[in-house]
């Protein structure tokens, strides 16, 4: 199990060949953690392996609590590191891509994590190479979580990708369609992309197969189907309103990413997907004062936090914003400070984030 001692170790071992404020540490005072980012992100772009040429380095708005500022920052080439690449959730007022996530490895961007609207584009650029990719793990099947689907294989038709790609998304639920019978309603022979079908064939011509797996909605305990050079993937169900969703998790040797996706865990099933996570990618939709059916469709910043701090997190980011948490950051970070006491980020587009 994963402790902060071990992680403490880790980043120090880490630190030895890197420059100054490489590495993250936990915090106790969150916004001294976001300095200490910041400067890391910084310190990241002037590495010697990266130059201000390089295509990794995005363009981006980033939020600090008083100003926004103009930033180019990217991940590194070593180590493990969690890219946002839509901080959104659906709306058409804020300027962010909808729920996409990135885990580089060593440079090489191995897991997304959904797919929503606007991640194609953020994915081009954030440098990554889909024929990098191990797998895909899709949250749910709402548009802002998939609707990049066909976009990802229509430009993989250009890229020659030869490994089939493993795609993961949940089965049926009493109100959701499961992930086989959605690409066939979208990209089967009779779908609405029906170019796009091969690549669901054994004798793909487009260089290789997606191969689907569908996991199920009703079971508690996590799924622990995939594992690939020390790469981990897993996976539970969770409740969102009255639909189903899919909280998931990348391991990377002692790096344990948790993502909540939308849910109000109403059966808290993330908390045993999350124990002993390092990061927590939390989806931030509501305030804490939400109340009715919102309430069990996502959870408020209180009970994020609760999850970091019972996996025992050193970093909870909170993605998938949308206008009714907007604007309420300082109030936000104050309820979550009292439960959990790691830092705490409020996500934006491309931004990538080191444990
Ligand atoms: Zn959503």
Not at 76 to 101: E, I, K, P
Not at 189 to 213: I, K, M, T
Not at 257 to 264: E, P, R, Y
Not at 289 to 294: D, F, L, M, Q
Request: hydrophobic residues 40%; contains cysteine.
């Amino acid at each position: 199990m994963l402790n902060r001692k071990m992680l403490s170790c880790r980043v120090a071992e880490r630190r030895k060949g890197l420059p100054p404020m490489l590495g993250f540490t936990r915090l106790r005072r969150p916004l001294l953690a976001l300095s200490v980012l910041w400067s890391s992100a910084q310190a990241l772009g002037e590495s010697s392996d990266m130059t201000m040429d390089d295509p990794r380095l995005a363009r981006t708005v980033t939020e600090r609590p008083f100003e926004v500022v103009i930033d180019r920052r990217a991940c590194g080439t070593r180590g493990v590191y969690v890219q946002v690449l839509g901080a959104g959730a659906d709306d058409l007022t804020d300027a962010q891509a909808s729920s996409g996530y990135l885990v580089w490895v060593d440079g090489k961007a191995r897991v997304l994590i959904d797919m929503g609207a606007g991640s194609a584009l953020r994915f081009e650029e954030s440098g990554a190479d889909f024929k990098d990719l191990y797998a895909v793990g899709l949250s749910q099947l709402h548009a802002e979580h998939s609707a990049d689907l066909p976009a990802f294989l229509q430009g993989a038709a250009k890229l020659r990708r030869k490994e089939d790609l493993p795609l993961f998304g949940p089965a049926s639920g009493e109100k959701t369609l499961g992930l086989k019978t959605w690409t066939s309603r979208l990209l089967g022979p009779n779908g609405a992309y029906p170019h796009l079908a091969d690549y669901f064939s054994p004798f793909s011509q487009g260089g290789f197969e997606v191969l689907q797996e569908e996991i199920e909605s009703a079971n508690r305990r996590p799924w622990r189907g995939f594992r690939r050079d020390g790469i981990a993937l897993s996976a539970v169900a969770t409740d969102h309103g009255q639909g189903t969703s899919l909280a998931w998790r990348v391991d990377v040797e002692d790096v344990g990413i948790t993502f909540t996706g939308d849910t109000g865990n109403r059966r808290q099933t993330v908390k045993t997907l999350a124990e002993g996570s390092t990061i927590i990618v939390g989806h931030h939709a509501v305030p804490e004062n939400v109340r009715g059916y919102a309430r069990d469709e996502h959870m408020p910043p209180s009970q994020l936090a609760k999850i970091a701090e019972e996996a025992n997190a050193n970093l909870l980011i909170l993605s998938h914003r949308t206008p009714r948490t907007r604007g309420r950051e300082l109030q936000t970070r104050r309820e979550i400070s009292s439960v959990f006491k790691g830092a705490v980020l409020f996500a934006n587009d491309m931004e990538c984030w080191e444990p």
